[in-house]
């Protein structure tokens, strides 16, 4: 864990508007207040609340009766610290497909099995596909593309028990779970159920978990029981190149 | 529309043919074969309703128990209305929901009646079911009455807009809200999963996942709603919802009885994106359009959705072939042109050259094969990429896109797509944004007209001869070879594999089923 980026040099940033250190940002909200003057203030007063002084409300419209709508441009107080910012960084280099085939030829010594599916009631199948699919996302293929794996795409709303006993039969080294839904949590309960089942099925000998969604967070593998996630904007190379990296350390020197 | 393109009649024509060809061995197949759901469906057009609370599974609707119970007594082969009725008239029940209940404590022996026993429960079944039918066609005359009165949307296309909460009272107040801003068409999104139950939901339901759980009881109360804002409004407001799935039929049956407008039915969308069996998804697509012909309802198709997995440039023939197919099965059911929303999508990587170009002899292509049908044209979603301000630049576009070509529905886009469920305000300014673009260009297409020789015209007549092509390859395979292929969405479903494959039964000789001859008589 490490900060990054260009301004590595600086530890205390503000927004940047047109000049820097002047803190300006832009919000939008709405506030259940019909519109007018007391709707302006209200929202003037929210914004000062949330750090923004000055702030100006530059639009206010009304939604129906009940409710106004507002742009707010203001300079915001506080001060981010770089020192403190946590985040997962990438461990592991990034390999190409062919570099993948490689790696796992020469180490596994055969096809390195993956199993997906997105679990419970979830039917958006849009990640799992992403990563999994030959034809792949952001320009890159998917794992079906790469000739040393062999991917179980389950497709949708797989039962959790179902998951545990084709990745049983289909000898899976990984198995990766999309979660788009997040409607009361259901994508960390889901996943949660997921790998606990996988712990009291095979204890030691589960296959490597892995989660991805939009909505997760890739610090909550912990939380999660799982051994990584994956957030918005994965991209099937990145997967990859962890499945490689991860096994090696799993079985120690080799894959 | 003009002839903007310059088609082709006879590549039309051939692409028709095709078209029809390539679904022939598919109609034979859904003709000889019932399904569970489809007996179903015909159960609850004779009248049953409610649910059984007191199962130990949960509250499990009645026609499931009916049914369930007389495929294992005497099997679906012969349909369930024999049995049924014959088993009704025998312990003299008053009504199908006693039948219902005594099935349930085990006091019912079903049986596959012969000679006068079968008229006999054959004659009650057909009045039962007469009723229901007379309820969907009371309903269809009373929109026409409402649509007299009140009054179409003043312009096209319409403004079709989704509300998702989970919770049905509180949709009814988004419903409302979306009414009044200017939506025309109300879809309510299902609970997330409810494709893939094998029964209904009964009653008023207040905890969906992404949606809320289409029910007999739901329907009955937006509808209600919805009547009340139309007056408000002073135009009809449409109704939608959801009958693909595990419970077309039904779900079908149930729309008709409580007056829905507009159904999402799909041939193909099942099979692909829910990985439901290919011939339970034929064979209950095909009763549920004849119920939606009966019932006035427009159908919404789900090519959209092909260009959600499969990429738009490359798979833009793939949609044009399944309009085909879908507009083939929606006539051979007995739905006219006018009820034929087929879907189409906005959904080309804005990043390529001239992708704003390629949209429009898409969609312009569409425009001209079907001039009859209210299209449906859908917003990026694909391509939206958590950027909300350029995501709703991609929505204005797609609003010009929709008007300059003529598209007759149009789900409006939201900015938060691949966010969050839209907040009140990303809905107003989403609305906004298609009131800009309809009051700016809602007449620009009277001075469109693209170059003859020009990049639309040859890119549409380039989709159509790829259509044409495939089409062909469609008919040597078999389309349940061609499914099976992933040809389309890059989905590769078996005809044997999928959900709900054991829902299929083939009919003997003796089956009857006095909806489908009922659906069948009158046209």
Known sequence: ?255 | MGDLLNLDPNVVAKARQLAARASEPVIALAKAHTTVAVERATLRLAGITGADTAHRAGDVPWVNRVVDTIREHCGLEHGAVLPAFDALRRHDFANLTELAEATAAGQVQYKVPAGREAERAYKLARTAVGKGVRTVDRNRAQRDKLIARLGDPAQRPWIYLIVATGDIDEDVIQAGNAARAGADIIAVIRSTGQSLLDYVPEGATHHGFAGTYATQENFRIMRAALDEVSKEVGRYIRLTNYASGLCMPEIAVLGGLQRLDMMLNDSMYGILFRDINPIRTFVDQRFSRQVHARAGIIINTGEDNYLTTADAVDAAHTVTVSQLLNEHFAHEAGLPDSLLGLGHAFEINPDIPDSFRLELAHALLARELFPDAPLKWMPPTKHMTGDVFRGHLLDGFFNLAGVLTGQSILLVGMMTEAVVTPFLADRDLALANVRYVLGAAGNLREDFRPAPDGFIVKRAHQVLGEAVDLLERIVDDGLLNAIADGTFGLMKRPPTGGKGADGVIEKTAGYRNPAVDLLEEAR
């Open chain 1, 1 to 255: 864990m490490s900060s990054s980026g260009s301004n590595s040099g600086k530890r205390h940033v503000r927004p940047y508007g047109d000049t820097t250190g002047d803190g300006m940002i832009q919000v939008s909200f709405t506030l259940p207040v019909p519109h007018g003057p007391r709707a302006d203030g209200a929202a003037l007063q929210l914004a000062g609340k949330m750090g923004m002084d000055p702030a100006m409300v530059v639009h206010s419209k009304p939604i129906g009766a009940d409710f106004t709508f507002f742009v707010v441009y203001g300079s915001v107080k506080h001060i981010v610290d770089l020192d403190e910012v946590r985040v997962v960084e990438r461990e592991y280099p990034l390999l190409s497909p062919s570099e993948v085939n490689a790696t796992v030829k020469k180490e596994l010594r055969r096809k390195l099995v993956v199993v997906g599916g997105c679990i419970g009631t979830d039917a958006h199948t849009v990640g799992i596909d992403a990563i999994l699919n030959i034809k792949g996302f952001a320009g890159e293929k998917g794992l079906e593309y790469y000739r040393e794996l062999r991917v179980v795409n389950l497709g949708a709303q797989v039962s959790v028990p179902e998951l545990v006993k084709r990745s049983r039969a289909e000898k899976a080294d990984a198995v990766l779970v999309s979660q788009v839904v997040t409607q009361r949590d259901a994508h960390i309960h889901n996943t949660q159920e997921m790998s606990a089942a996988f712990r009291e099925a095979m204890g030691e000998k589960r296959p490597l978990l892995i989660a991805g969604g939009p909505r997760f967070d890739p610090l909550m593998a912990g939380e999660l029981g799982v051994d990584r996630v994956f957030g918005r904007g994965t991209t099937p190379g990145e997967v990859a190149s962890f499945l490689v990296h991860a096994l090696r350390r799993k079985t120690g020197a080799g894959v």
